[in-house]
């Protein structure tokens, strides 16, 4: 079996699949491709692609799109360990806290949104950075009333970690990409911590990925 990923160090929902790989213990190659410099509209991607966006996920030359369409994926693929719960309204919560950030949060603050208000709608660079922090904090605090209302145990649909889990460890990266504190947000902290003590999310960081390490900070 060979498993590419086209993804970039800094997307967020590359470190989805990434994290979802490394608990199905999957091995893949990443192939980089920076969104930040325009190259998701390179001929050659956008074949790959038509959505113009990472991650694709490549399983012997299958491609699919996506970032939950291909956890789901993997699940059917390598049932264990599971990412979705086996019980149906488990399932469906996990889905519901998935999609908070993958639907709702992250897409308001990716790269295609913040040229858009910059070059078309004429917002200053301070303009945009309150835009993205607002709808990240949306996103955190959204999650804390989530989780004050059913306590992660210890993750947040029980004893391990899900399709929601890394969404909400997602936003968390989010958060740390762009300067925010988690001090108003305990219940999304403590998971965070919990799920970064895991290899398999420490390791889909954005700052372990070898494109962000080989930079000059
Ligand atoms: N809902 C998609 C999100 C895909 C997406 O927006 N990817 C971002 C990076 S995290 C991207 O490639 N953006 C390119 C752009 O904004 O031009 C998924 O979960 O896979």
């Known amino acids: 079996m060979t498993i590419q990923l086209y993804g970039f160090w800094r997307s967020n929902a590359a470190f989805r699949v990434r994290v979802a790989l490394a608990l199905k213990k999957l091995s893949f190659e990443e192939i980089e491709i920076d969104i930040l410099s325009g190259r998701q509209f390179d001929a050659e991607y956008a074949e790959v692609n038509a959505e113009h966006v990472v991650p694709t996920f490549v399983h012997d030359g299958h491609r699919i799109f996506q970032s939950l369409a291909i956890m789901e994926y993997l699940d059917d693929l390598q049932p264990e360990p599971r990412l979705l719960p086996a019980d149906a309204k ?128």
Do not use: M
Request: hydrophobic share 50%; aromatic share 8%; proline share 7%.
């Open 90 to 217: 488990e399932r469906a919560y996990a889905r519901s806290l998935a999609l908070v950030s993958a639907a709702d949060a992250h897409p308001l603050v990716i790269p295609r949104v913040r040229k858009y208000l910059g070059e078309v709608l004429s917002a200053d660079a301070a303009a945009i950075d309150a835009w993205v922090r607002h709808w990240t904090v949306e996103g955190l605090a959204t999650y804390e009333r989530l989780l004050s209302r059913r306590p992660a145990d210890p993750f947040a649909l029980g004893t391990a970690p899900t399709i929601a889990d890394i969404c909400i460890a997602g936003q968390i990266v989010l958060a740390e990409l762009h300067g925010l504190d988690l001090a108003a947000f305990p219940g999304v902290a403590a998971l965070g911590k919990r799920c970064f003590e895991l290899p398999a999310f420490a390791n889909a960081h954005p700052f372990r990925q070898p494109h962000y390490l080989a930079k000059k900070h």
